[in-house]
C-alpha cells in the first residue's frame, strides 16, 4: 500500500506519518502549508514520506499526485478547524472542507483508490446529553465547523457506498500531547495549550463556569494523546477490506474516560511547576456542553485499539512542545 496523508504536515498528520512510516507504510504527505510546520516530517522512523505541496482543492495536483505515486489509500486530515473562525467564515470552512473533500473523493474515484480514512470529530455529536456518547447519539452540530465533519462523513460514506471504496470516518474526541517535542501542536486553540500560553504570561488560566451538573462544577471531556490517535489511524487503515468490497465504519475515538477542566488545571500545574497564578473562574462561554465523553467500545471491538496513554503523559509531552518553541517558559 502507498498512503497519501492530506494535511500530513500538521499536527495530527504528522503524526500519522511518523507512526505509519514506523509501521513500515508507504506514505506521500499533501499539505498546501496554511497552518503546517513541515520540519516535523525530518527525522522520521523507517521511510522518509514524500512532501507534495499544494491543496486538496487541486484536481489536477490530485491526479498527477495518485499516479505519480501509485497511491492505494487516502488518510484525509486537511481541514480548517477552528470553531470561532468557522462562524465568522462559514463559505472558507465549508469550501475548505467539504469542497475540498469533494475534489478529493472524485480524484479517489477516478484513480481506483480503494481505502479511504477521514478524520471527523466529536464536535458532530453538538452538546450530547448522555453519560457516555456512543456512534448512536443523535449528531447535532452547533456551529459550522461540525456542520462541515457531519457532512464530510456523509459525503464518504455515501461516495463509498457507490464506488466500492471501504471508509472510516474517525470522531477524534479532545487531542494534546506529543510523541516528541517537535510534532507538538503549535495552535493555542485548546485547553491544554490556552493553559501553558496563560501560565507563560504569567496570568491565571481561565476555567469558563464551575456551575456545571457535575462532580466538581467544571466541563468534563476525554482526552486523548496523539499518539494513541496515530495509532487508531494506522490500526484502521489496516483493518479496511480488501479492495472492491466497500463497507464503512464510523466510530469514537476517545478513551471512556472524564476529566474535568479543574483536574487538568491541578494537573497542568503539578507538570510545569506553575502553580501561581491559580486558575481562576470565569463565566460560562455560550454553547459548552457539560460533559462530552466518548463511549471507545466500538473502536476496540473494530480496530482492537484502545488507548493506553495517561492523562499526566499527554500534559508532559504537550510542556517538553511548549517549552521547545516558547524558551522562557519555564
Ligand atoms: N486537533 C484536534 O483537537 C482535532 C479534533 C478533532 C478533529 N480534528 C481534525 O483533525 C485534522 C487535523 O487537525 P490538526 O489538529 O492536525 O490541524 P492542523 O491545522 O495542525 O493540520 C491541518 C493540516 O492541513 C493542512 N491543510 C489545510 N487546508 C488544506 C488544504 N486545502 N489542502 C492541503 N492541506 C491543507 C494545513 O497546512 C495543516 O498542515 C483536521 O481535519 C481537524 O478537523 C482535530
Given at each position: 500500500?502507498?498512503?497519501?496523508?492530506?494535511?500530513?504536515?500538521?499536527?495530527?498528520?504528522?503524526?500519522?506519518?511518523?507512526?505509519?512510516?514506523?509501521?513500515?507504510?508507504?506514505?506521500?504527505?499533501?499539505?498546501?502549508?496554511?497552518?503546517?510546520?513541515?520540519?516535523?516530517?525530518?527525522?522520521?522512523?523507517?521511510?522518509?514520506?514524500?512532501?507534495?505541496?499544494?491543496?486538496?482543492?487541486?484536481?489536477?495536483?490530485?491526479?498527477?499526485?495518485?499516479?505519480?505515486?501509485?497511491?492505494?489509500?487516502?488518510?484525509?486530515?486537511?481541514?480548517?478547524?477552528?470553531?470561532?473562525?468557522?462562524?465568522?467564515?462559514?463559505?472558507?470552512?465549508?469550501?475548505?472542507?467539504?469542497?475540498?473533500?469533494?475534489?478529493?473523493?472524485?480524484a479517489v474515484v477516478a484513480a481506483g483508490v480503494r481505502r479511504f480514512v477521514f478524520s471527523s470529530s466529536a464536535a458532530v455529536y453538538g452538546t450530547p446529553d448522555v453519560d457516555l456518547v456512543t456512534e448512536e447519539t443523535p449528531c447535532v452540530p452547533m456551529n459550522p465547523y461540525g456542520e462541515?465533519?457531519?457532512?464530510?462523513?456523509?459525503?464518504?460514506?455515501?461516495?463509498?457506498?457507490?464506488?466500492?471504496?471501504?471508509?472510516?470516518?474517525?470522531?477524534?474526541?479532545?487531542?494534546?500531547?506529543?510523541?516528541?517535542?517537535?510534532?507538538?501542536?503549535?495552535?493555542?486553540?485548546?485547553?491544554?495549550?490556552?493553559?501553558?500560553?496563560?501560565?507563560?504570561?504569567?496570568?491565571?488560566?481561565?476555567?469558563?463556569?464551575?456551575?456545571?451538573?457535575?462532580?466538581?462544577?467544571?466541563?468534563?471531556?476525554?482526552?486523548?494523546?496523539?499518539?494513541?490517535?496515530?495509532?487508531?489511524?494506522?490500526?484502521?487503515?489496516?483493518?479496511?477490506?480488501?479492495?472492491?468490497?466497500?463497507?464503512?465504519?464510523?466510530?469514537?475515538?476517545?478513551?471512556?474516560?472524564?476529566?474535568?477542566?479543574?483536574?487538568?488545571?491541578?494537573?497542568?500545574?503539578?507538570?510545569?511547576?506553575?502553580?501561581?497564578?491559580?486558575?481562576?473562574?470565569?463565566?460560562?462561554?455560550?454553547?459548552?456542553?457539560?460533559?462530552?465523553?466518548?463511549?471507545?467500545?466500538?473502536?476496540?471491538?473494530?480496530?482492537?485499539?484502545?488507548?493506553?496513554?495517561?492523562?499526566?503523559?499527554?500534559?508532559?509531552?504537550?510542556?517538553?512542545?511548549?517549552?521547545?518553541?516558547?524558551?522562557?517558559?519555564?
Open positions: 500500500m502507498t498512503w497519501l496523508i492530506t494535511g500530513g504536515a500538521g499536527y495530527i498528520g504528522a503524526h500519522v506519518a511518523r507512526t505509519m512510516a514506523e509501521a513500515g507504510e508507504r506514505a506521500v504527505v499533501l499539505d498546501d502549508l496554511s497552518a503546517a510546520v513541515p520540519e516535523r516530517l525530518e527525522g522520521m522512523p523507517g521511510p522518509q514520506p514524500v512532501l507534495v505541496r499544494g491543496s486538496v482543492l487541486d484536481r489536477e495536483l490530485l491526479d498527477r499526485t495518485f499516479a505519480e505515486h501509485g497511491i492505494t489509500g487516502v488518510v484525509h486530515l486537511a481541514a480548517r478547524k477552528q470553531v470561532g473562525e468557522s462562524v465568522e467564515q462559514p463559505l472558507r470552512y465549508y469550501r475548505e472542507n467539504v469542497h475540498g473533500l469533494t475534489v478529493l473523493l472524485e462541515t465533519k457531519l457532512t464530510g462523513e456523509w459525503l464518504v460514506r455515501a461516495a463509498g457506498r457507490a464506488a466500492g471504496l471501504s471508509t472510516a470516518c474517525l470522531r477524534y474526541f479532545n487531542v494534546a500531547g506529543a510523541a516528541e517535542p517537535r510534532l507538538a501542536d503549535t495552535g493555542v486553540f485548546n485547553i491544554v495549550p490556552m493553559f501553558f500560553d496563560a501560565l507563560t504570561r504569567g496570568e491565571a488560566p481561565l476555567i469558563f463556569g464551575d456551575d456545571y451538573p457535575t462532580p466538581d462544577g467544571t466541563c468534563v471531556r476525554d482526552y486523548i494523546h496523539v499518539q494513541d490517535l496515530a495509532e487508531a489511524h494506522l490500526a484502521a487503515a489496516r483493518r479496511l477490506p480488501e479492495a472492491g468490497s466497500g463497507g464503512d465504519l464510523t466510530v469514537n475515538i476517545g478513551t471512556g474516560r472524564g476529566l474535568s477542566v479543574r483536574e487538568m488545571a491541578d494537573l497542568v500545574a503539578e507538570v510545569t511547576g506553575k502553580r501561581e497564578p491559580a486558575a481562576r473562574v470565569a463565566p460560562r462561554r455560550p454553547g459548552d456542553p457539560a460533559r462530552v465523553v466518548a463511549s471507545a467500545q466500538l473502536a476496540e471491538k473494530e480496530l482492537g485499539w484502545a488507548a493506553r496513554h495517561s492523562v499526566r503523559g499527554m500534559i508532559t509531552s504537550a510542556w517538553e512542545g511548549w517549552c521547545l518553541r516558547h524558551p522562557g517558559a519555564r
